[in-house]
């Protein structure tokens, strides 16, 4: 069984798109998130969701909106898509708290914008 | 604000050749290391952690690491590398009283392993 999976694996859209992609996990983790992976390899959060509430938001455009239905599932919404978006999406999962276990990531959503 | 550094940007080695991966880190407290493993196309992997006690970490896939806190570094190290082995080894770091939304990742060090 696939601990976090993500849907699509590849997404090729053109600018000014609306696009979202899911991320569901079945660990029983209370925390959600969302990294990107630029094209250098760079991995850096964007948001961090504790039991469907936000917690963290790091400086994204407010064009990227996650919504969690339920503390499995944390989806990404992005509106308006632009070049700069081009990137590949990981979504990950935790327990809450200090000193909790690292991260569990799923296989990544390659966006492409055109 | 806590940082890690990987100078190392690609290494490339022929199999069995010995293995060391550089990760320093800047944090003025105590930390939690780890290093995180990408196969081409697949997701991040932890390979080993640090939190407390031992300071030389041992891993899966023969993967080790020494935290050595005077040098704030911990550096991967692999006797004998395997052509399996090449990926994209990421070092993160976070500090020990924090969650795990705190971890800050290196840049990466794309390995190569040559048959």
């Known amino acids: 069984d696939t601990a976090v999976s993500q849907t699509p694996k590849y997404l090729v859209t053109q600018m000014g798109n609306d696009k979202s992609i899911k991320c569901e996990q079945n660990?029983?983790?209370?925390?959600m998130y969302w990294y990107k992976q630029d094209s250098k390899k760079f991995l850096k959060i964007m948001f961090s969701?504790?039991?469907?509430?936000?917690?963290i938001n790091e400086t994204v455009p407010n064009r990227f909106s996650p919504k969690s239905p339920d503390k499995a599932h944390l989806n990404l919404h992005i509106n308006s898509l632009e070049l700069g978006d081009s990137a590949v999406y990981f979504c990950?999962?935790?327990?809450?708290?200090?000193?909790?276990?690292?991260?569990?990531f799923g296989n990544g959503t390659r966006l492409t914008v055109t | 604000a806590q940082s890690v550094s990987q100078h190392n940007h690609h290494v490339i080695l022929s199999e069995a050749a010995s293995l060391e991966l550089g990760c320093n880190y800047s944090y003025g407290g105590t930390v939690n290391l780890f290093w995180y493993v990408q196969y081409p196309g697949q997701h991040l992997q932890l390979l080993l952690k640090?939190?407390?006690?031992?300071?030389l970490v041992k891993g899966i896939k023969g993967f080790e690491a020494e935290f050595i806190k005077s040098k704030f570094s911990f550096n991967l190290r692999k006797p004998s590398v395997q052509w399996s082995d090449t990926a994209e080894y990421f070092c993160?770091?976070?500090?020990?009283?924090?969650?795990?939304?705190?971890?800050?990742f290196g840049s990466g060090t794309q390995l190569t392993v040559l048959p």
């Open positions: 993160a770091v976070r500090s020990s009283s924090g969650s795990a939304r705190q971890l800050t």
């Open positions: 640090y939190f407390s006690g031992d300071p």
């Open positions: 660990l029983g983790h209370d925390t």
């Open positions: 990950a999962s935790s327990l809450p708290g200090t000193g909790a276990p690292p991260l569990h």
């Open positions: 969701y504790n039991n469907k509430e936000l917690i």
